[in-house]
């Protein structure tokens, strides 16, 4: 079982920490308080898509990312059970929008470094961001990688493209061959069996 995984929504339950910065910047550059709940579903698409949907310009993205960093050290927390599906692995890659440099911080805080052979940042490692199919390309080729996994749609087109299946992570609304909504000895088995 060798496993591309996406980190934030995924790994860790970052989305705390990402919507937090983003009400942040969005109040710094508004003036005032965003809807919550709206954001969280923007954001949930992709941050720049939210960045657009709610008028903020380009260069707030370092000041979101600056603040993402601080809280996601600080307030994420892997969740419940990954590290069982991780260690049942023979094989965790993360291809990732988190710079590595956080990515590592955040895996080595909670003891889950250790689980994975690579970290791909396309923002570090110059591939163009995710949907885009060329970071899981390079990945799938050096690992030959049989799922993917991840919270959004953008995690898991790429992963189709390549011939990888597809497990969504606590969203029933993307389309996966797998979906679950946590992390247990019974979704190793999955892992490992043939799809049905």
């Known amino acids: 079982m060798r496993i591309l995984w996406d980190l934030d929504g995924t790994i860790f339950n970052s989305y ?94 909670w003891g889950l470094a250790k689980y994975f052979d690579e970290i791909v940042s396309p923002d570090d490692d110059g591939f163009p961001r995710k949907p ?10 050096k690992y030959q990688l049989d799922w993917a996994i991840g919270d959004r749609a953008l995690d898991l087109i790429p992963a189709k493209k390549v011939g990888l299946r597809t497990c969504a992570f606590q969203n029933p609304n993307i389309e996966a061959d797998l979906k679950i909504e946590e992390y247990t000895d019974a979704v190793v088995d999955l892992l490992r069996g043939p799809l049905k």
């Open 16 to 109: 705390p920490a990402i919507l937090a910065s983003f009400c942040t910047v969005y109040e710094e550059f508004h003036g005032n308080r965003v809807d919550e709940v709206e954001a969280l579903r923007w954001l949930k698409r992709t941050s720049k898509e939210a960045f657009a949907h709610f008028g903020i310009p380009e260069q707030y993205r370092d000041r979101f990312k600056e603040l993402d960093h601080a809280r996601a050290e600080t307030g994420s927390e892997p969740f419940s059970g990954v590290e069982i599906v991780l260690a049942a692995a023979e094989v965790n890659v993360i291809v990732t929008h988190r710079t590595r440099e956080s990515t590592k911080e955040l895996l080595e805080k």
């Open 132 to 141: 885009e199919v060329d970071a899981y390309q390079y990945i799938h080729k």
